[in-house]
């Protein structure tokens, strides 16, 4: 993307871009080893899908999720007044060549279960290199004008997402599906409408990745029974907090947010 105008406009129609440098190699060094140590501390059971929020405890994380090379293009498609509503690890071992393995993302929506009036845009940094071979994202550009889908129960066992949802496979056109590679240190973002989803990684490496959620300042939650979500985990890492419809949860120890 030559600017942030042609990036916001990308971003408008196709609902992601991906490729985005982030992070310098030394950045990319001690973020790995970071996590790293993490996985080492709870193992990789753990680490695959468990590690929630970590922003509000480790300064490392925090600091990750108010980059500034991340914040600009957010920005750009968002406005200049961002919280950040939630995080996520996400680490997808490898399963080898054993085609009854099975640990993938099923084709989903990202807010199917988040209460939330106004657009939510994740952001995927790579922690790993994510390819082709280990099962990087593919998303199915356009969708996000599609509205909230049907989502069902997966069928298939793997599926690494929490409610186990999947959208019926009527609903898409996976030959338009496109891979998001990245190397480490790069993000890729996407609505959180974009219909989306992943293999199982049968290569030899891990494909680890953080997973942020961000919304403008103006988005609010709502009340739902079928969205039901809320947002402990709250912070603004840009701007002001007007009108304040989600609390800042940041830490005493947050000293640098890009006000």
Known sequence: MTS?????????????VSGL??????????MRANFDKVEKDIGQENATYSLHNKHLTDEWVLRLTSHPNMLKPLKAVLGPNL???????????????????EAFVAWHQDVRYWGVEG????????IDDADVDNACM???PGTHKSGLLKHITEAKEGNLLTSNQSIPENLYDV?????CPLKAGQMSLHHGLLVHGSGTNRSTRRRCGYVIRY???????????????SFPATVLVCGVNEPANFEDHAPEWFTWRNM
């Open 4 to 16: 942030t105008d042609n990036l916001a406009q990308y971003f408008d129609v196709n609902g992601y």
């Open 21 to 30: 440098d982030v992070l310098s190699p030394q950045e990319v060094l001690e």
């Open 83 to 101: 919280i950040l509503l939630d995080s996520r690890f996400i680490c997808k071992y490898p399963v080898g060549k054993d085609e009854e393995k």
């Open 119 to 126: 657009d939510v845009v994740s952001v995927w940094l790579a």
């Open 138 to 140: 593919q998303v199915i």
């Open 175 to 179: 030959n338009k599906a496109v891979h």
């Open 215 to 229: 919304v403008s300042t103006q988005a609010k939650p709502i009340v739902d029974a079928d969205r039901p979500r």
